[in-house]
Nanobody
């Protein structure tokens, strides 16, 4: 069983930075597909960054160039570095894991078996 525990959300001014952490237990992070989803009020949960496809890391257009996903194998942890934050980035952010990569970046949240508890990111303008 894979367990994910997130930390690092909070309140930040527009233009600021936050780093989210996702501590993984039950499996080594190097053997997992890892992603970060976010869900804003009234919207569907969407994949914004992922690591584990052979083609490399994936970023949604809305965060490309501002967010970076990374893994620290020694700590069995995945990070999401978020820079140049905008008010529209405000959402609950979820760490997600699969044993195998989904077929595409258009994957639905329904295909993800393992989730973190979610962490709120609030960006003030």
């Amino acid at each position: 069983q894979v367990q994910l525990v997130e930390s690092g959300g909070g309140l930040v001014q527009a233009g600021g930075s936050l780093r989210l952490s996702c501590a993984v237990s039950g499996r080594t992070v190097s053997g997992l597909f890892m992603g970060w989803f976010r869900q804003a009020p009234g919207k569907e949960r969407e994949l914004i960054a992922a690591s584990g496809w052979s083609s490399g890391s994936y970023y949604a257009d809305s965060v490309k160039g501002r967010f970076t996903i990374s893994r620290e194998i020694t700590k069995n942890t995945v990070y999401l570095q978020m820079d140049s934050l905008k008010p529209e980035d405000m959402a609950i952010y979820y760490c997600a894991a699969r044993l195998t990569p989904p077929s595409s970046s258009a994957t639905s949240s329904r295909t993800i078996p393992y989730w973190g508890q979610g962490t709120q990111v609030t960006v003030s303008s």
